[in-house]
């Protein structure tokens, strides 16, 4: 019901407590949370990326991991890009966009938009306008970001990233990336632009046979009982 919106919005930027007797409740702080590691050997420190936060300490672990004050908005999913560039700015990608950071003054560049970045505070899901997967400045004719919905987009006015050979564009679709359609509910979108209803009216439909058929249960139970 929650995988997508609108019932989406109502969770995403909850918390929900450590469960006791789980793989969930275990004092590790750190556990399911970290996500990249940069270590600056010229400056003696290391950032780490975390699925909330970028912290950093010095290379020895022997500070305390502090937090930035202002810092580019990573997704709950974990950051895909991360990059150290220079001694005051790092490359920062995930599911929200690709920035360029100053840690040093706090200042966050959208490099796609192309723009400094601001932070929306009615913003309600958890996503960006570009979901970035990847990056890669290894191209001589330009660097490129690799988006989950719209594949290569360049950066800058160089050559433009080369298409798909029709062989490997031809080609079916495997079981796993079938069973993740369904996952994801995308294998719906036969039902046209609406398709995005279909996994959350499905899921409280689910919801309200479980919750109607134990009533029944009971009603039934309780008769027995009495008899």
Not at 54 to 80: A, E, K
């Amino acid at each position: 019901m929650f995988l997508r919106p609108p019932l989406l919005a109502a969770i995403a930027y909850s918390k929900v407590g450590k469960i006791p007797y789980t793989e969930l409740d275990t004092p590790n702080a750190w556990f399911d949370k970290l996500r990249r590691i940069i270590v600056d050997e010229n400056e003696n420190r290391i950032f780490i990326a975390t699925n909330e936060a970028i912290y950093t300490c010095d290379s020895s672990f022997s500070s305390r991991p502090i937090p930035f004050y202002n810092q580019p908005p990573i997704s709950v999913m974990g950051v895909n890009v991360f990059e150290q560039l220079d001694n005051q700015t790092l490359l920062v990608g995930s599911f929200e966009g690709l920035f360029l950071w100053n840690f040093i003054n706090g200042i966050v560049f959208d490099v796609i938009k192309q723009s400094n970045h601001k932070r929306d505070p009615n913003k309600k899901i958890p996503l960006g306008d570009y979901l970035v997967t990847g990056f890669s400045d290894d191209f001589k004719s330009n660097a490129f970001y690799f988006d989950f919905n719209y594949g290569a987009g360049k950066l800058g006015k160089g050559m433009p990233f080369p298409d798909m050979p029709m062989q490997i564009k031809n080609q079916g679709m495997s079981l796993w990336n079938v069973a993740l359609e369904f996952h994801t509910g995308r294998m719906y979108k036969f039902f046209g632009k609406y398709y995005i209803l279909f996994v959350p009216l499905s899921g409280l439909v689910i919801l309200f046979i479980l919750v109607s058929g134990f009533i029944v249960w009971l009603k039934k139970h309780r008769k027995k009982s009495k008899q």
